[in-house]
């Protein structure tokens, strides 16, 4: 009797802590979701736009939609100059990212001059820490970062653990639109969540 109580003891503790479990995953995950929702825009010294994948000199889809929301924000003078993100996506590619946002930019008629680029970068972070120093170099202090709104608040988190004066403005609309590949994409960001929480500089 004393085993079988012990038991239900033990069974009723794994119980409420996969209870406790799943509500602070759905906190995180209702966080992410709220950060993402939020439009910061102000003025700011330029519009960090996050790089995403490339296909040879047209952007992908999700990337696109970033681009052409940083354009939305420089058109409307919340900052002088645009910095595009993003390295080469693969062995053999012929333009980097940021590259691939240039010329996009430049297509849509925005002055050479003001179009920032680095081409080293192959994740978030180093996105931002590329872009951290393109912003020393031209004496930029704050910056509004545009991405999905499931990845902004991932963004902005490593934005201030760089050092990074960020303001966040995600994309009003993204190509990340059916429920499978938004919940698929959501799970990935609560990940990272817990991940940045135990290793640092990944």
């Known amino acids: 009797m004393k ?18 479990l799943l509500l602070w995953l759905l906190g995180v995950a209702a966080w ?11 003025p700011a010294d330029a519009i ?16 696109e939609e970033r ?7 420089y058109r409307q003078g919340y900052a002088p100059k645009l910095i595009f993100t993003g390295g080469f996506g693969g062995t053999g590619a012929r333009f980097s990212e940021s590259q691939v946002a240039r010329r996009y930019a430049l297509k849509q008629k925005v002055p ?4 920032l680029i680095e081409t080293r970068s192959r994740t978030t972070r180093q996105n931002l820490v590329e872009a951290k120093q ?6 930029m202090h704050k910056v509004i970062v545009v991405s999905d709104p499931l990845h902004m608040a991932r963004a902005l988190r490593l934005s201030k653990e760089l050092g990074i004066d960020a303001l966040a403005s995600s994309t009003p609309s993204t190509r990340f639109r ?10 990935q960001e609560v990940y990272f969540f817990h991940r940045d929480l135990f290793v640092k500089g990944a």
């Open 3 to 20: 085993a079988a109580v012990r038991r239900t003891g033990l069974m009723g503790w794994v119980w409420r802590l996969c209870v406790l």
């Open 112 to 115: 050479g001059k003001d179009i």
């Open 48 to 63: 960090i736009v996050l790089g995403a994948a490339a296909y040879d000199a047209k952007p992908s889809p999700v990337f």
């Open 178 to 187: 059916s429920f499978h590949t938004s919940w698929r994409f959501l799970l």
């Open 67 to 73: 681009i052409r929301h940083g354009l939305d924000l």
């Open 32 to 42: 992410i979701i709220w950060v993402g929702d939020r439009d910061q825009a102000a």
């Open 134 to 139: 393109v912003m020393a170099k031209h004496d």
